[in-house]
């Protein structure tokens, strides 16, 4: 019979409502661990939002829920802190001494199998010295990474997008000291992580996120022949990639698909584009995934897993996305989505599906597939109930 563990999961935001990729990988995979049978205590800042509703669904799965008051650091007293400490960017947009607080007293006050921290920006709040339960990191991604793709796109940031990477490989490389275990979202995360020490030297495991195979969608379609749904919001990543979608690809898809019509989701991008209905980001996710709705998914800088991506596959929505966007998704063009690099591979693959209805039903049959072999959530919580029982097994303190 399989033990039940203690965990203290410790965010960097919210886990519910999962609106985003970050909240959604969380709360997926708080819902699976509970279902076994795992004891959660979650610990996040609450980003100055109304937090009851939050707890409200997190005390659903979770054994006790603390969202504690702290918001994220705005960015230039933050970039003022990094010249001054030479720490990145983020980690001091991170850094609350409140959450740091509270972590150190329910760990005096409980006992704990293991600390789930989420994300190397969580790792900031962890207690720097004492005892401390075994720390499993979960990467989401590779932020050093991320920063070095910004400064080959971004020539006027280029100097300082290099430099937070240098930085924020420093502070990776410190956090995987600090862990027992390390958790990557792909493989070609997992070797960045692992540099020349490589994964294995580096305590590594390749854990996909969690995701069910099968969703419903919205009941009522989207305007537009075809609907084109693309999520934007503030995260570097999504807000280039809006730009760049509406100033290098859209015309191309309106020459070739003129009924077309484009619904953001998100905010911070440009509002002059014919065709373009923008939203705000909808707390309930399933409203983004509508009949013959396509969901396009255009990165130019990416790491980890778009939560966004399965979500679509689930709800049974094709997918057309950049090759950044689907790294790591271990899928084939044609099969689980359809690759486009530019404007007018954008409108071809648009115009294919809107004109051949089978290829949007292999697509959906291939995504569901992949869900269903690769991401199955059971499959999943017993590989991350490895992780946390080797970190258990090889614990180091953190100092």
Not at 17 to 41: C, E, K, S
Not at 60 to 68: G, P, S, T, W
Not at 70 to 91: C, D, E, H, N, Y
Request: charged letters at 25%; hydrophobic letters at 45%; a positive charge.
């Amino acid at each position: 019979m399989r033990s039940s563990l203690r965990i203290l999961f410790v965010g960097t935001k919210p886990a519910f409502p999962p609106f985003d990729g970050g909240r959604l990988l969380m709360w997926n995979t708080i819902v699976q661990l509970a279902a076994r049978g795992h004891r959660i205590t979650f610990v996040a800042p609450d980003l100055s939002l109304d937090h009851r509703e939050s707890k409200d669904h997190l005390s659903q799965h979770c054994e006790a829920v603390h969202l504690v008051s702290a918001r994220t650091g705005f960015f230039t007293p933050s970039l003022i802190g990094a010249a001054m400490t030479g720490k990145p960017v983020s980690i001091i947009r991170h850094s609350h001494r409140a959450v740091r607080k509270l972590i150190t007293e329910e760990i005096i006050r409980k006992t704990y199998d293991v600390i789930h921290a989420e994300q190397v920006h969580s790792l900031v709040n962890l207690p720097r010295s004492g005892d401390l339960p075994p720390v499993v990191l979960r990467a989401q991604n590779v932020e050093s990474q991320l920063w070095r793709m910004v400064a080959g796109i971004k020539p006027r940031v280029a100097w300082l997008a290099r430099r937070e990477a240098r930085r924020m490989s420093a502070h990776e490389a410190d956090a995987l000291s600090r862990s027992a275990t390390t958790i990557a979202l792909t493989a070609n995360d997992g070797d960045i992580l692992g540099g020349a020490m490589g994964m294995a030297v580096r305590r590594i495991r390749v854990i996909p996120p969690p995701f069910p195979s099968l969703l419903p969608k919205a009941e009522e379609p989207l305007e537009g022949d075809p609907a084109i749904v693309l999520v934007a919001g503030s995260w570097l990543p999504n807000w280039d990639s809006t730009r760049w979608f509406l100033a290098s690809i859209w015309d191309e898809i309106r020459r070739l698909s003129p009924a077309a019509k484009l619904h953001v989701f998100g905010s911070r991008a440009p509002r002059n584009a014919t065709a373009v209905r923008w939203q705000n980001m909808a707390e309930e996710s399933i409203s983004l995934f509508r009949p013959g709705g396509i969901l396009v998914v255009p990165l130019r800088i990416a790491s980890g897993i778009r939560m966004k991506i399965l979500e679509a596959w689930a709800r049974g929505v094709p997918v057309v996305a950049t090759p950044e966007a689907v790294c790591g998704l271990d899928g084939t063009d044609g099969k689980e989505f359809l690759l486009a690099r530019n404007g007018p591979e954008f409108a071809a693959a648009i115009q294919r599906l809107r004109q051949r209805p089978e290829i949007r039903k292999e697509l959906v049959a291939g995504g569901r597939s992949a869900l269903a072999t690769r991401f199955e959530p059971n499959l999943v919580a017993s590989m991350l109930e490895e992780a946390y029982l080797e970190a258990a097994a090889r614990s180091i303190p953190v100092n």
